[in-house]
């Protein structure tokens, strides 16, 4: 499964309090303490506890399964328990059937007294919770969960509010920490933090690389909109509104991949970046609508020219990164910092056993981590530094550049 093999996908999380220090037993032993039971589901409802990410139903939480330097590989596996509508509706009616054939003076009506009613439902229920609790009408899923020990942090496909929140609990429940989201607002935050320039961040506003589109451009109750500022209605719906700073890092990527053959020498290590298969544009000023765009370079499509021009801004990038000598392909959201269909590259030849391999992927994990976070520290201090003012203009002089190209003859 991701992590394991295949290609990953993960969001980022924190932690408020404190995670063990080390994948010791006592650390894996907590996570044995958080399983699913065969009778943890009785009812309709869900319940959710750890196994090592091997199956399901492996809950052998051992060095060799789960432990690793500096972290613990595991998986939340998420048990739901619905009986169907419609069998719900067929055992009611089939214990009101037979009370019909028995209760006296029920066959020529063929009307039910209000408690055979209520008893025909009881008996209805009470099957369902033993078929539930017998394992029918369970769905299982199973979600890999990175905890990075040393940056007291976790990697997790929870994208949604439900995966999160059973997440959340769990996390909480074992170790006595609280789980929280790290979209781009949130890890610009725990960034500029360390070098004290929170106050900067809080005094953020979206940046304009365009003119309004003519929809944005009026009044509304009287007043300009944000002063020619777009408003980025996903960033404020998504309650951290800083957020818009990941779209923009989309967008600094993309211009870095075009203006400067997509070399970009971070404060550690130099890369070098390509824009390719996916692009996903949305307008900031929510008005124009989006545009998806898929197939090799889809930033030199007319409808990725016509969407800058129009001010949308980039969502998604599919990126192909190189650095440390090593290659990396994904797709990133900005806004909610998310990777998704990230390839890590064939193990190597040194990788000769199924832990090696793992360990390999981890390492590789770790390193293209790493030089996502760098490239969107570079940003963070390229945006919030003097030069910025000189940047944004090149960046909107370069959307202005491609379009005057467009319309040039010849």
Not at 128 to 150: N, Q, W
Not at 167 to 189: D, F
Not at 273 to 302: F, I
Request: charged share 30%.
């Amino acid at each position: 499964m991701p992590f394991r093999q295949g290609s990953v996908s993960y969001s980022r999380f924190g932690i408020a309090g404190s995670l063990p220090d080390a994948a010791g037993e006592g650390a894996l032993e907590l996570l044995a303490q958080h399983v699913v039971r065969n009778r943890t589901v009785a009812e309709e409802g869900t319940a959710s506890g750890w196994c090592t990410g091997r199956h399901v139903f492996d809950t052998d939480f051992t060095w060799e399964h789960c432990g690793f330097s500096g972290a613990i590989l595991c998986a939340m596996r998420v048990d739901v328990a619905r009986v169907p509508a419609e069998i719900k509706r067929a055992y009611v009616a089939m214990a009101e059937d037979e009370r019909r054939s028995t209760e006296e003076g029920s066959a020529v009506a063929g009307v039910l007294s209000r408690s055979a009613r209520k008893e025909a439902r009881g008996e209805a229920e009470r099957r369902c919770k033993e078929e539930i609790a017998e394992g029918k009408y369970r769905r299982i899923t199973l979600m890999p969960v990175l905890f990075d020990l040393v940056r007291k942090s976790v990697l997790a496909p929870a994208s949604g509010d439900s995966a999160f929140k059973e997440l959340r609990g769990l996390v909480e429940a074992t170790y006595g920490c609280k789980l929280a989201r790290r979209t781009a607002g949130g890890l610009a935050a725990d960034l500029m933090g360390e070098r004290g320039m929170t106050s900067d961040l809080d005094d953020a506003l979206p940046d304009a690389f365009t003119e309004p589109p003519a929809q944005a451009a009026g009044e509304e109750g009287g007043a300009p909109r944000a002063k020619g500022r777009p408003e980025v209605p996903w960033a404020m719906a998504g309650g951290e509104p800083r957020d818009f700073l990941g779209n923009v890092f989309l967008l600094w990527l993309w211009w870095h991949a075009e203006e400067n053959g997509g070399s970009i020498d971070t404060k550690d290590v130099p890369v070098a970046l390509v824009v390719d298969k996916v692009v996903d544009l949305e307008c900031p000023w929510g008005t124009g609508g989006r545009v998806s765009l898929r197939g090799e370079l889809p930033t030199r499509a007319p409808e990725a020219i016509k969407a800058l021009q129009a001010g949308k801004w980039p969502r998604k990038l599919g990126l192909l990164v190189a650095a440390h000598g090593q290659e990396f392909e994904c797709v990133l959201q900005g806004d909610r910092f998310a990777v998704t269909g990230l390839k890590l590259g064939a193990p190597s030849e040194e990788a000769r056993t199924p832990r090696l391999e793992i360990e390999e992927r981890l390492d590789r994990l770790a390193t293209f981590d790493a030089v996502l976070v760098g490239l969107y520290d570079h940003f963070l201090r390229e945006r919030f530094g003097r030069g910025w003012n000189t940047r944004r203009q090149q960046i909107a002089d370069w959307i202005a550049a491609r379009q005057l190209a467009k319309s040039v003859p010849g």
